[in-house]
């Protein structure tokens, strides 16, 4: 497994970007399909974005679509998200997540083998 550390969390109005990062430590980061997920309270762990091992193949939810960014720079171990056009509802804890091998977004949020602590995005109106 590699281990995550997510950065880049906090506060921002309506309508702004924000930009997260994950760092991965460990040798196979390049092996690993990434995901972004979000919890917010009351609310089921939502994946909102997804990248294969290569970067070949991306995935969004809807609620997300048009307005996230997901990349990855193997040589940095890293993965982002770019967030832009914010809305209120996108308030939660945001988790970065890894899952060995994978090409494709199962469609479980579960469906992860290494987990981030998670970073709290803050979006006010």
């Known amino acids: 497994q590699v281990q995550l550390v997510e950065s880049g969390g906090g506060l921002v109005q309506a309508g702004g970007s924000l930009g997260l990062s994950c760092r991965a430590s460990?040798?196979?980061?390049?092996?690993?399909?990434m995901g972004w997920l979000r919890q917010a309270p009351g609310k089921e762990r939502e994946c909102v974005a997804f990248?294969?091992?290569?970067?070949?193949?991306?995935d969004y939810a809807d609620s997300v679509k048009g307005r996230f960014t997901i990349s990855r720079d193997n040589a940095k171990n890293t993965v982002y998200l770019q967030m832009g056009s914010l809305k209120p509802e996108d308030t939660a804890v945001y988790y970065c997540?890894?899952?060995?091998?994978?090409?494709?977004?199962?469609?479980?949020?579960?469906?992860?083998?290494?987990w981030g602590q998670g970073t709290q995005v803050t979006v006010s109106s």
């Open positions: 997540a890894g899952k060995y091998g994978s090409s494709r977004y199962s469609g479980d949020p579960t469906d992860f083998e290494s």
């Open positions: 990248i294969s091992w290569s970067g070949g193949n991306t």
């Open positions: 460990g040798r196979t980061f390049s092996s690993y399909a």
